[in-house]
């Protein structure tokens, strides 16, 4: 019998129109980034849900600061001075090296690194995919964040923003898969990209010959380029170095310093150009003295020793 109600598209052709309307998506976003502004407007709408989600944890967090006993305060209290103390030493080692730096750089005519900016953040989604390895930051472009941002720990780098909302950033960790980072073998300088495994705790140095000179303890560093993250950066340590017979390339694999699995803070890090004048493209002060190799030197005139070959040589023409 037939129904009274009409029936629309059958299974098959609503499939076909959706798989269509998906791939004609997914196009617009990736060669035009159109859907940006969508992306972004979902991202502050679900924003709320994912503070309501991670208030369970803060609770917790707060739970333990308050009914924590007066000798474990006090016991944390004395760490943390003690802490406090080192970090300020070294603090004031680390001022002296870098003026001393700057005062190196400028006397070579060398451009001074950029001052540096940090911001922390905190963790409050982790996505559950296995196949991506994505943490949500609670600040977004209202806090001047941007799209390739590092982000690190106390112990190393952590990965990079990817997206960019008002209230809210995601980052990939350097382990994802579909992440790679310039690196370098701090011990020599040998130069390498670090891709991810997929795993947490380890990251693949691939494309290196058997003869390369690296080996198991070595610590690698960001090697600044790119121009996504700053050099001198602590990232993995070697853990294993194999140079199979008939393989072209040695099988290389490193663990990330940093915590990726740990901790709810994290910190964003940019170069601060505007609070550098060399970085501007303004010139730097020398006090008078012009820099070595500079066009200065170009210009200045020609001292007495500098005439007198040619003067020499008019005298030898005039005799012969």
Same mark, same amino acid.
């Not at 603090?91 to 400028?106: G, M, P, S, T, V």
């Not at 106390?154 to 990939?172: D, F, N």
């Given at each position: 019998?037939q ?6 598209p059958?299974a098959? !052709? ?13 196009t617009v976003d ?6 940006e ?10 924003y ?6 991670d208030?369970p ?5 707060? $739970?333990?600061?308050?009914?924590? @006993?007066?000798?474990?305060?006090? +016991? ?7 802490r ?10 680390? *001022? ?12 070579l $005519? %060398? ?6 900016r ?9 996505? #559950? ?8 930051l ?5 806090? *001047? /964040?941007? =799209?390739?941002?590092? #982000?690190?720990? %106390?112990?190393? =780098? ?11 950033? @995601?980052? /990939?960790l350097i ?7 310039? #690196?370098?073998?701090?011990r020599? $300088? ?16 691939r494309?290196l ?6 080996? =198991?303890?070595?610590?690698? #560093? ?6 996504h993250?700053? !050099?001198n950066?602590? &990232? ?6 194999k140079?199979?017979? $008939? ?8 663990k990330?310093? !940093?915590l ?5 803070? &994290? ?7 505007? *609070? ?20 200065? *030197? +170009?210009?200045?005139?020609k001292?007495? @020793?500098?005439?007198?070959p ?11």
């Amino acid at each position: 019998m037939q129904s009274i109600f009409s029936q629309g598209p059958s299974a098959s !052709a609503r499939m076909i129109i959706l798989v269509l309307a998906s791939l004609a998506l997914m196009t617009v976003d990736h060669r035009w980034h159109q859907l940006e502004v969508v992306r972004s407007a979902l991202s502050t709408l679900l924003y709320p849900l994912q503070y309501t989600v991670d208030l369970p944890i803060r609770f917790y967090y707060w $739970g333990e600061e308050v009914f924590s @006993t007066r000798q474990t305060l006090l +016991k944390k209290n004395r760490e943390y001075e003690t802490r406090y103390l080192e970090n300020r030493v070294q603090l004031q080692k680390l *001022d002296i090296l870098q003026r001393e730096n700057a005062r190196l750089r400028q006397l070579l $005519g %060398a451009t001074p690194e950029t001052a540096e900016r940090l911001l922390i953040a905190e963790i409050i989604k982790v996505d #559950v995919d296995p196949n991506r390895q994505l943490i949500v930051l609670n600040k977004g472009s209202h806090n *001047d /964040i941007y =799209v390739g941002q590092p #982000v690190i720990d %106390a112990q190393g =780098v952590m990965g990079q923003v990817i997206h960019v909302g008002p209230l809210s950033s @995601t980052a /990939i960790l350097i382990t994802d898969i579909s992440h790679a980072i310039p #690196v370098q073998v701090d011990r020599n $300088g040998l130069r390498a990209i670090a891709f991810g495994s997929g795993n947490i705790n380890e990251l693949e140095l691939r494309n290196l010959p058997h003869n390369t000179d690296i080996r =198991v303890g070595d610590t690698l #560093v960001t090697s600044g380029l790119g121009n996504h993250f700053p !050099a001198n950066y602590p &990232v993995a340590t070697v853990t294993s170095v194999k140079r199979l017979p $008939g393989e072209l390339f040695a099988r290389i694999s490193a663990k990330p310093l !940093a915590l990726l699995d740990q901790g709810r803070e &994290v910190l964003l890090l940019w170069n601060n150009k505007a *609070d550098n004048p060399l970085a501007a493209g303004e010139s730097p002060k020398t006090d008078g003295q012009t820099k070595i190799g500079t066009p200065a *030197d +170009k210009d200045k005139p020609k001292s007495a @020793t500098d005439k007198q070959p040619s003067k020499q040589a008019s005298k030898q023409k005039s005799e012969q």
